[in-house]
């Protein structure tokens, strides 16, 4: 992931600067100290380069390099004021003192003549030599010579001056021309500009043409007067002319516009005209999507657009380019004003005002001179003067949020700032813009800062504030934002009760008249929610009245006033209807008069106030059918259940009000009170919650139920084995052509129920079609990507491919040897036992289609083979005599009958022996072959053919013999087969398969069933299989498809394994290497026959480390892994841009001859290759956004060089990075260093240098560098990071990447069929968003890994599925989702960034996407890898941090619009599927906190007992139910019934039931019950207090033991708190309640609870790896001991002290607000129950109510804390001078507790049980007393009294902790339970047969028996 940080916090890790030991030290370094450079030096680095690569030809000359940079460096900076600057200089100095000496040795000419001589020679051997080619490679490598000559003029120049001498004029000439291509040559992206580039492939395309030529019509334009004309200048250099954008930023955007039109106009036009003119429809789609934004602003504003267009048609297209042109250039250079559409929107429409001005020259009324821009054309001005301002005042408001900690309703986010522009009063900020504008102005407490400035001050009381919307925290905002959905639930239940309440209880009773009119009270009830809707509306929004419209704060007045009107006129007409008005009626009617009743009156109220909703009904129905059915339906299905538990709690209620009770337990505050109506809450409460969380559990089934059907429609899960593979495998080779090859004429697709429940594809017949030689090419590059990653060995690779080349030879399809291995043997052995009986033979080989192909191929083969060896006429009559007679037999159908079967395994034996000799091709072995051949002609002729052959009669050796008696010369006799084309010449690679394929099959005797063996290979080539069969649009041409970009941001995660990071071994002795060969063992013995070397031998060479770290990297979460798979998406391109230009030959010859021609190929730009690469380019770019890649490189950092070498191995690969340079000031008076901040995007270099004998020298080059205002990360880090290079990428899709994700070479080829949906409509409109599905790859090892991955999988399958049809409400969460790029880029990007708000930036560019009415879609035919947490700590850290981002999101704006916006069943949806399952897992924990107290209040007050015979209290079925509803969720059903729809649909449903089992075994209820808890406490906490941050979990290997004390400290507030409030409840009810309930009931009735308390206090420590080993235990326990001891301080970390970490978990309160500090006091009041209650129940009080018993019980605790604080006090004083005097005192208060506990026990008669309940009673207040200083801090600290706290505190900390670790260490003292944990942690491994044993054990065995061998 990206940085999460803002300005003012400091990344971890040391390389946050260029720290000055690492300056210094890496000087040394040959080959990279030209980078590592400190920033303020950084022109010096070009200089340090070209010394680096002269210096192995001529030394001197490098020296006199370095010695001009160091001068130059004391230049730049003279005072050495820059970081780093000195320690630089000073080690420069060194090296060149040394070098000075040893290039001096041998010197002959000066130093000038030196310099002279080697520039001519460099510009002689090797600029001139380079002038002459011209093709891509050396157009790179020209560039670089020209960089290199002009930097060794300015040496050679500097040089002479110093000694005087003049420069030849030869070297002055060659200086003119370098310098004039220097300017030209510049390092491009993807298309060279310059006018020496026409002939490169790419530019030679007619599209690229066409753009190109239509940008440079500059005919008519204005210039200004002293513009420097410039060779090919276009619109957009006129535009940098008029209005001072930069250069880089121009260049950037030329290459996007070019591009972007070229793409869309070769899609208007299929056939290309050969004069290239771009086409206008092209340029209207482009324009279109880039404006519509803007031109809806427009209107908003009622303005009219600054798009106007000239009447002259031949400048209508000049003119659209230029107003796009300016869009661009405005968005490219914006930097951080990016998130914020309609301020550009805003900057746009004055600029595009001033545009036309000038072209339809305008005189300005003012000056009367033509119009120019307010912002004149000077460099940078934009940048100074438009988009400075804004972002400065971004920049202070974003320090005024304390990087998000302060209340959000005191600082203006980027939503606040951009819906500034929402209004008219925007345009009161002029243009030019007033400085003294309100937008600028800052809030009063700024005042201060902004005098030291140099502006005036400005006035404080002028600041905005917040705008349309005030993010405040609180737990309102989820009835605010979803009103409609509460009042539903709110009317529903008071109509129930009603109905149940009055009459005979029956839903029938509603048509009786009095129950129904009580029933129409619920529009009272309507009133007054809708009254306090208006009056939240007006609190929650009052911060923002100061920006708010004159009509805006007018409706929301007016909403209050009606609502206050309805709340009036209702109830007064509802009483009134009534002839004798019940109790409620009867007092309004005493208050109004008792006048005659008018129902009619209130009929027509409800009338008049039910209007606006009729219409509402009626505008939902008409226009659209109702598309959400099933969700209305299920909504009655939620009535009816819940009608069955109401109505048997009302008779109970009933009488239990009825019952009176007169004695109680304790002290009665309310002896009087009627209807008991304590018991009443305590009874319903519980329940009503239940009904406001249930629909989440209808959710759960509904969503398992239709996403399993919709699933099965999708055809998921058709092709799950590989038994059902090669069952459908004749099919693919069709589907391949179907779904993966443009077709050449449109076929009428089929639809309806047929086409979707069966799917035929046309069977390929031969391998000589081009259809066969596609599908080869594809399928190989799928095999051969598989053994590249080491999935299958060189045997699984050979049984898998099929032929590259096709075989003219063969007329038949050629399957993969994995289908056709065994069968011939088998054929074989069925042939010699058939007896001639040739139809069972054909029978069976009619049964296994795979055999007869297998004997077809082999014998064609056969025939070809010999044909092609045998090269002497008399042999050929022979062999084609054998072969027309078995050809008829063939064709007669009688082979078996009429040849002799029984002799062909000899037959089959001679031809293996052939292959064999033929695959060696060893001349040696001629004669051997020779006699094989005979042999086989013996067999043929003697044993199986029975008619003697004509030919053959005249075949003997000699031919003459019985002719005449005479010896013939041995030259002159006739070898048979002696004329043999052996070895066999020409041996290409096509004969070499061919050889390699025929000996595989008739060598292979086992059937390949087990191919590939590998599970992750297996599930890929099933899933890709399976996916051809689903739905998808057609592919098109590469060259028509939509061009797209990847997106990855990076910040400072693993870019590669160093080899000392894999062999580095933790406390157990595992190092990474070792865990990833116990964990993948078959791929690290793939991976050793790749590299062909033993594990011994790998560490030999540099070349075999490197592959090593490749195969460590590839398998953990690094940017290697991802960036290998994005690149799959190029390859992928490539190959199929391939299939779609290259010629039948070209065809034929496979993809595979083009690769290996790629060296000569790529020096010609007409060659097929190149054209390959030039299509690539245009239609995709990878962009990795590495934040602090310009920090590493100067610090020589690993990870600059890693991320080097991955743009080296992958030339195309583009990485975009935020540069800090240091720059010194010209100004005097301010201090000298300035820091500057750029976007930069790099490549990286050509590798060749001077001397090719030379080491390679890997660089990157710059190719644009746009400065940007200020510090990009302002907001979240990682939306900041992909902004910032956003600029950087390309094309109409966008997909954005993380950085733990991953992608598979099959998938990357459906790539352009996914993007066809764009150009489809979807619903109501074209997608905004595409969805797809992920694969999480880190399933495999642990149970929890297992877990995590299933519920990951289930959420972004079956979970996204539904929310994307049919609810409509899917959005984005996280990558691999492609956007439409030019609508987000027009509407605030890919993310949103705001601090903390945003912190789930990703889901917010959905709600942006779906508010802008955009369309989010899933597509299920394409996945991506993703990484998830394995480690319950990483696990619960990612829950957190989503939790977190939750509660943001439900204060946020979005959620309300969407929950305003949406019709009633979509925002039900919307609620369900984002807020409302975090705020329904709150509510089911609040049940069980309600149950327990509403208890405890029963049984402490002594109701339970005086009610103890009643059935509502005995045995309450509604009340169990409902509990029965929360264990549901509580447990985890709630997400197992998906996941098991899922795993059942797409695995089998066998699979889904053992899974089910087994996670039930392995204690996942446990884990479940768990994240229930880590989600109720961050999400409750960020609504109350804040406190939500970004989490980094870390993406390791985790199979290590996490601390007692990294567990207590995680855990500590989240679970162990309220776990051990649960058990002192549930203890507290069964010591008093017991006796009144059966001991049964009361087990079922709390057995979940119990559950959920031991889940919550012991899981992190059953889920902790060796939790249970009695060493690391003792070893925590020091550790433990050690942190709660350690004093904190400033600068201690809270892993170090428990001081520290108490003072960091209650950070949150410091900047809650003053609402939550109270709701938080209100919410410690609960701890003070159980003193109240319990001090009524000691043996000592038992009869007494007197509540000076409940005094008496806090002047207990007064005394106990007064002595705590006296011993604490005294420990201070007198510990050191009076030591026996500290110790007395300390044995007296011994003894006098001592004393009062035997007089205790001895007088009032005190139990054991007392002194439990007296623990059970103070504790909690104690606690409580707790919560409530720390809700106070300022106050206790004034008091002076916060160390006493802190110290209570301490005290309750070592008390938890050792209630949490004595039952397990008591536990670890047995071995068993430690073995146990293992198995079921490790179950997948197990399974899969791994020593996880050894893992968690380590090596140490292994050591200690080298050890001892050593020894020996």
């Given at each position: 992931m990206a940085s999460r940080r803002g300005p003012d916090q400091q990344p971890p890790g040391p390389q946050r600067r260029i720290m000055r030991t690492q300056t210094a030290g890496n000087i040394g370094e040959a080959m990279l100290d030209s980078e590592v450079v400190p920033s303020s030096l950084v022109e010096i680095a070009p200089i340090l380069r070209v010394a680096n690569e002269v210096e192995a030809r001529n030394p001197r000359v490098a020296?006199?390099?370095?010695?001009?940079?160091?001068?130059?460096?004391?230049?730049?900076?003279?005072?050495?004021?820059?970081?780093?600057?000195?320690?630089?200089?000073?080690?420069?100095?060194?090296?060149?003192?040394?070098e000075n000496e040893t290039t001096l040795v041998g010197k002959q000419k000066s130093d000038a003549r030196e310099m002279q001589n080697f520039y001519r020679l460099y510009y002689e051997q090797y600029i001139k030599k380079l002038q002459s080619a011209a093709d891509k490679a050396d157009r790179a490598q020209l560039t670089k010579a020209y960089q290199t000559a002009a930097v060794l003029f300015e040496v050679l120049k500097a040089v002479n001056l110093s000694e005087s001498v003049e420069v030849s004029d030869e070297i002055l000439e060659a200086h003119t021309e370098v310098a004039e291509k220097t300017q030209i040559y510049v390092p491009y992206n993807i298309l060279p500009l310059d006018p020496d580039s026409a002939n490169q492939a790419i530019m030679k395309y007619p599209e690229i043409q066409a753009s190109v030529s239509a940008l440079r019509n500059i005919r008519g334009l204005p210039w200004p007067k002293n513009h420097e004309k410039k060779v090919n200048e276009d619109i957009l250099?006129?535009?940098?002319?008029?209005?001072?954008?930069?250069?880089?930023?121009?260049?950037?955007?030329?290459?996007?516009?070019?591009?972007?039109?070229?793409n869309v106009h070769i899609r208007q036009l299929p056939k290309p005209d050969q004069q290239p003119k771009l086409d206008d429809r092209a340029l209207t789609e482009v324009m279109k999507k880039l404006f519509k934004n803007y031109t809806k602003w427009c209107k908003f504003l009622g303005r009219k657009r600054s798009l106007w267009l000239p009447t002259i048609q031949q400048e209508v297209q000049q003119r659209k380019l230029l107003y796009m042109g300016l869009y661009l250039l405005i968005w490219g250079e914006a930097a951080n004003l990016r998130f914020m559409p309609e301020c550009l929107c805003y900057i746009y429409h004055h600029m595009a005002f001033e545009l036309y001005g000038m072209l339809a020259g305008n005189v300005s009324p003012m000056t009367g001179e033509f119009i120019k821009p307010a912002y004149g054309g000077e460099d940078e001005a934009f940048l100074r003067k438009v988009v400075t301002p804004i972002y400065e005042t971004i920049a202070k408001e974003a320090r005024r949020s304390k990087g998000g900690k302060y209340k959000h309703s005191d600082w203006r986010n980027y939503d606040d700032l951009n819906e500034y522009f929402w209004s008219v009063d925007c345009f009161k900020l002029g243009w030019p813009m007033r400085a003294d504008a309100d937008f600028f102005s800052q809030p009063p407490e700024k005042l201060q800062v902004d005098k030291s400035e140099d502006r005036k001050p400005i006035t404080g009381d002028r600041w905005t504030g917040k705008i349309n919307f005030v993010e405040i925290r609180s737990f309102w905002h989820i009835f605010r934002s979803f009103d409609r959905m509460w009042s539903f639930f709110i009317l529903c239940l008071q109509a129930m009760i009603i109905i149940a309440w009055n009459g005979n209880g029956d839903l029938s009773s509603i048509s009786e008249g009095d129950t129904f009119k009580k029933v129409l009270s619920i529009f009272i009830t309507a009133a007054i929610l809708k009254l306090a809707q208006a009056v939240l509306d007006i609190m929650l929004s009052w911060k923002a009245r100061r920006m708010m419209s004159y009509h805006v704060k007018l409706r929301y007045i007016l909403k209050a006033i009606s609502a206050a009107v309805w709340v009036i006129v209702m109830p007064v007409t509802y009483a009134y209807s009534w002839k004798n008005p019940p109790g409620f009626a009867q007092t309004i009617r005493s208050w109004f008069g008792n006048g005659s009743s008018s129902p009619s009156l209130f009929i027509l109220a409800v009338f008049i106030y039910l209007s606006p909703n009729i219409l509402n009904v009626l505008l939902f129905l008409f226009p659209i059918v109702r598309r959400y059915l099933e969700r209305s339906n299920y909504k009655i299905v939620t009535l009816m259940m819940w009608w069955s538990q109401i109505k048997p709690l009302v008779v109970p209620t009933k009488e239990i009000m009825e019952v009176p009770i007169h004695t109680f337990k304790w002290h009665e505050f309310f002896p009087r009170a009627k209807n008991n109506i304590g018991v009443v809450v305590a009874l319903w409460a519980p329940i009503i919650l239940v009904y406001f969380m249930d629909t989440q559990i209808w959710y759960a089934i509904f969503s398992t139920i239709f996403g399993g059907i919709y699933g099965a429609f999708r055809r998921l899960g058709e092709i799950r084995t590989l038994e059902m593979l090669r069952s459908r495998f004749q099919s693919l080779p069709g589907a391949f052509n179907d779904r993966l090859i443009p077709k050449t004429e449109d076929k009428p697709k089929k639809k309806g129920l047929k086409a979707t429940l069966s799917r035929k594809f046309d069977e390929i017949p031969s391998n000589k079609g081009k259809e066969a030689a596609r599908f080869a090419q594809l399928w190989n590059k799928i095999i051969t990507s598989f053994r590249e990653e080491d999935l299958i060995s060189n045997r699984e690779r050979n049984l898998l491919l099929v032929p590259y080349w096709a075989d003219p030879d063969l007329d038949l399809i050629q399957w993969p040897p994995f289908l056709l291995a065994s069968k011939i043997p088998i054929a074989v052995d069925m042939a010699k036992d058939c007896n001639r009986k040739d139809r069972e033979l054909k029978k069976k080989l009619d049964a296994d289609n795979y055999m007869k192909c297998a004997v077809r191929e082999c014998y064609a083969s056969c025939k070809s083979i010999i044909n092609n060896l045998v090269q002497g006429d008399r042999e050929k009559v022979v062999i084609n005599d054998i072969f027309t007679k078995v050809d008829e037999h063939i064709e007669k159908d009688d082979l078996i009958k009429e040849l002799n079967m029984s002799d062909l395994p000899s037959l089959y034996e001679q031809f293996v022996e052939l292959i064999e000799c033929l695959s060696r091709n060893n001349k040696d072995e001629k004669d051997r072959v020779v006699i094989i051949l005979l042999n086989m002609l013996e067999v043929m002729t003697r044993d199986i053919m029975e008619d003697p052959l004509p030919s053959l009669l005249d075949s003997n050796h000699g031919g003459s013999y019985g002719k005449h008696e005479g010896m013939t010369p041995l030259d002159q006799q006739y070898q048979y087969f002696g004329a043999l084309n052996f070895p066999v010449q020409p041996e290409t690679e096509a004969w070499k398969e061919k050889i390699r394929r025929l000996s595989l099959l008739l060598t292979v005797k086992e059937s390949a069933m087990d191919v590939p063996s590998n599970l992750e290979a297996r599930r890929r080539i099933s899933f890709f299989s399976n996916s051809l069969f689903m739905d998808m649009p057609a592919a098109p041409k590469v060259r028509n498809m939509l061009s797209y970009s990847v997106l990855t941001p990076y910040y400072t995660e693993a870019v590669l394994f160093s080899i000392n990071a894999l062999e580095l071994?933790?406390?157990?002795?595992?190092?990474?290497?070792?865990?990833?060969?116990?964990i993948f063992p078959d791929e690290w013995t793939n991976f050793l026959e790749r590299v062909n070397s033993s594990e011994e031998e790998l560490r030999g060479t540099g070349e075999l480390q490197e592959e090593l770290r490749l195969w460590a990297s590839y398998r953990g979460q690094t940017l290697t892994k991802t960036v290998r798979g994005m690149m799959y998406y190029r390859k992928a391109l490539e190959l199929q841009a391939f299939l779609d230009m290259a010629k039948d030959k070209d065809l034929m010859k496979g993809y595979k001859d083009v690769e290996s021609n790629i060296e000569e190929d790529s020096k010609n730009e007409r060659s097929l290759w190149a054209q390959c690469q030039a299509i690539a380019d245009m239609k995709f770019t990878y962009v990795v956004s590495c934040q602090q890649y310009g920090i590493h490189k100067r610090s020589g950092d690993a990870r600059a060089k890693d991320i080097l070498r991955l743009m080296t191995t992958y030339p195309s690969l583009r990485v975009a990075y935020i540069d800090e340079v240091e720059v010194t000031s010209n100004d005097k008076s301010k201090k000298t260093i300035q820091k500057v901040y750029y976007s930069v995007l790099v490549k990286a270099a050509s590798p060749k240098s001077i001397d090719s004998s030379n080491p390679v020298q890997n660089l990157d080059e710059v190719i644009y560098k746009i400065k940007l205002p200020g510090p990009a990360i302002l907001g979240e880090g990682k939306p900041e990071n992909q902004n910032h290079a956003i600029i950087f990428t390309r094309?109409?899709?966008?997909?954005?990447?993380?950085?733990?994700?991953?992608?598979?070479?099959?998938e990357a080829f459906k790539m352009r069929n996914l993007l066809e949906e764009f150009l489809k409509t979807h619903g109501v409109r074209p997608p905004t968003i595409l969805g797809l599905r992920e694969h999480i790859f880190t399933g495999s090892v642990s149970s929890l890994a297992w877990f995590m991955s299933n519920q990951e999988t289930s959420f972004v399958t079956i979970g996204q599925r539904l929310l994307a049809n049919p609810l409509k409400v899917r959005f984005h969460y996280g990558h691999p989702d492609v956007f439409d790029r030019l609508f987000h880029l027009t509407r605030g990007g890919v993310s949103k960034a705001s601090k903390i708000i945003n912190l789930s930036e990703d889901i917010f560019a959905g709600f942006n996407s779906t508010l802008r009415e955009g369309n989010v879609t899933h597509h299920e035919y394409i996945q991506v890898g993703k990484g998830r947490d394995v480690g319950l700590n990483q696990i619960s850290m990612f829950e957190a941090k989503i939790a977190n981002g939750n509660g943001e999101q439900t204060i946020s704006r979005d959620i309300y619009r969407l929950g305003h916006r949406f019709d009633f069943f979509r925002m039900l949806s919307c609620y369900f599927t984002t807020t409302g399952f975090y705020f329904s897992t709150l509510i089911t924990v609040l049940i069980v906190y309600i149950f327990l107290y509403g208890r405890l209040y029963l049984v402490l007050s002594g109701l339970e007992e005086g009610l103890s015979n009643h059935p509502a209290i005995r045995d309450n079925k509604p009340l169990q139910v409902a509990l029965a509803s929360q264990s549901f969720v509580q447990i985890g059903l709630l997400m197992a019934l998906p996941m098991m729809m899922e795993i059942g649909l797409e695995r089998g449903f066998r699979n889904a039931l053992i899974d089910f089992i087994l996670m039930q075994l392995q204690l996942a209820p446990v884990f479940f019950t768990f994240s229930l808890g880590t989600r109720t406490h961050y999400y409750g906490r960020t609504l109350l207090h804040g406190g939500a941050e970004y989490r980094s979990t870390g993406r390791g290997f985790v199979v290590f033991h996490a601390k007692f004390a990294d567990n207590y400290r995680l855990y500590s507030r989240s679970h162990f708190v309220k776990g051990i409030e649960l058990m002192i409840l549930l203890l507290v009810y069964h010591i008093f309640g017991h006796s009144y309930r059966g001991v049964v009931a009361y087990v079922f009735i709390t057995i979940s609870i119990w559950f959920m308390v031991g889940t919550w206090l012991f899981a992190p420590f059953l889920f902790n790896p060796s939790g249970f080993e009695w060493q690391k235990i003792l070893d925590d326990w020091t550790d433990w001991n050690k942190w709660i001891s350690n004093r904190g301080g400033i600068g201690v970390l809270p892993e170090k002290s428990w001081e520290s970490w108490w003072d960091k978990e209650h950070d949150h309160l410091r900047y809650s607000g003053m609402r939550g500090r109270i709701t938080e006091i209100v919410l410690s009041v609960r701890f003070f129950i159980y003193q109240y209650g319990l001090v009524y129940h000691l043996n000592i009080t038992k009869n007494t109510q007197n509540f000076l018993?409940?005094?008496?019980?806090?002047?207990?605790?007064?005394?106990?804390?007064?002595?705590?604080k006296a011993v604490s006090v005294g420990r201070r004083r007198f510990s050191a001078n009076f030591q026996l005097v500290f110790r007395m005192i300390k044995g007296l208060i011994f003894i006098t507790f001592i004393a009062i506990l035997i007089t205790l026990i001895a007088v009032p008669g005190m139990t054991f049980r007392d002194i439990i309940v007296c623990i059970l009673a103070f504790m909690p207040t104690g606690w409580g007393m707790l919560l409530i200083a720390q809700a106070c801090k300022p106050v206790v600290v004034r008091a002076g009294l916060w160390s006493s706290v802190k110290t209570l505190a301490r005290g309750y900390e070592i008390v938890m902790g050792l209630l949490l670790f004595i039952p397990v260490a008591f536990l670890a003292w047995f071995p068993f339970v430690s073995e146990f944990q293992t198995r079921m942690l490790f179950n997948q491994a197990f399974s899969r047969g791994l020593q996880i044993s050894r893992i968690l054990g380590g090596q140490r065995k292994d050591r200690a028996d080298h050890t001892s061998r050593n020894k020996e």
């Open positions: 020296y006199l390099c370095r010695f001009y940079a160091f001068e130059k460096a004391h230049r730049l900076d003279p005072t050495s004021s820059g970081r780093g600057v000195r320690q630089f200089k000073t080690a420069l100095l060194q090296r060149l003192e040394r250099d006129w535009l940098q002319a008029m209005f001072g954008f930069q250069r880089d930023n121009v260049a950037n955007q030329r290459e996007h516009l070019i591009l972007l039109l070229a071994e933790n406390e157990d002795g595992v190092s990474i290497l070792f865990y990833l060969q116990k094309g109409e899709g966008l997909q954005t990447i993380d950085m733990n994700q991953d992608n598979y070479m099959e018993v409940y005094g008496a019980s806090w002047v207990v605790i007064l005394l106990i804390l007064f002595v705590m």
